[in-house]
């Protein structure tokens, strides 16, 4: 099935480090989400973005909705050990009906 | 408040068995969406629906089925299981309007043997 270029596809860093990952689609899209997933655990909602250039933070979070409505970034500020988990993008195509495209996941592990 | 459910957790069956799957929606929300994760990916749509009408449908084989209730409550139905669906098939509901935010359940673990 599709599914969006999500990279890194891992990451490993220490405590109190910044993080970015990205999302990238060869296809525009309305709505740009970004979930965490934990083990046992289905996907929670982070942070969601509407219109191209947005720029939304949640906390430490901070995500953007690409100018060219085709890619996302999120960044991560001051990593602490709870912030382990693999983090989703997804997107809603242009014309879709509601249905969500997602990446792979990038996995992120922090050492205290 | 209670958030999306699905019963059951865990769930063991073997090839050519079907199996049912259910999701309760948060109260309010009109719009339930299925979801099939295998293991090291993303989620993949399946299904869509909204006030008991299919709004959408991935590309999965016709094995796959669901409906809507009244009370918006949802059921997922696999015929004739393959070793390939074993997976954590994910409910999310959401009010269905133009931002279609997306809130999702534990999900089920689907064990084919």
């Known amino acids: 099935g599709q599914q969006l270029n999500q990279s890194p596809q891992s990451m490993f860093i220490q405590e109190g480090e910044d993080v970015s990952m990205n999302c990238t689609s060869s296809?525009?899209?309305?709505?740009w989400l970004w979930y965490k997933q934990e083990p046992g655990e289905g996907p929670v909602l982070l942070i969601a973005?509407?219109?191209?250039?947005e720029l939304t933070s949640n906390g430490r979070l901070t995500a953007q909705f690409g100018i060219t409505r085709k890619d996302s970034f999120l960044n991560i500020s001051a990593s602490i050990p709870s912030d382990v988990g693999i983090y989703f993008c997804?997107?809603?195509?242009?014309?879709?009906?509601?249905?969500?495209?997602f990446g792979k996941g990038t996995k992120l592990s922090v050492k205290p | 408040d209670a958030g999306v459910t699905q019963s059951p957790t865990h769930l063991i069956k073997t090839r050519g068995q079907h199996v049912t799957l259910r999701c309760s929606p948060i109260?309010?929300?009109?719009?339930v969406s299925w979801y099939q994760q295998v293991l090291g990916q993303g989620p993949q749509f399946i299904f869509q629906?909204?006030?008991?009408?299919?709004?959408g449908r991935g590309n999965f084989p016709d094995r796959f089925s669901a409906r809507q209730f009244p009370n918006y409550s949802s059921e997922l139905n696999v015929n004739a299981l393959l070793l390939g669906d074993s997976a954590l098939y994910l409910c999310?509901?959401?009010?269905?309007?133009?931002?279609?935010?997306?809130?999702f359940g534990a999900g089920t673990r689907l064990s084919v043997l």
């Open positions: 296809s525009i899209f309305n709505t």
């Open positions: 999310a509901s959401s009010l269905g309007g133009a931002k279609n935010i997306q809130y």
């Open positions: 109260s309010g929300h009109k719009s």
């Open positions: 629906y909204y006030e008991k009408e299919e709004r």
């Open positions: 973005l509407y219109k191209a250039g």
């Open positions: 997804a997107g809603q195509p242009q014309g879709s009906q509601g249905n969500l495209i």
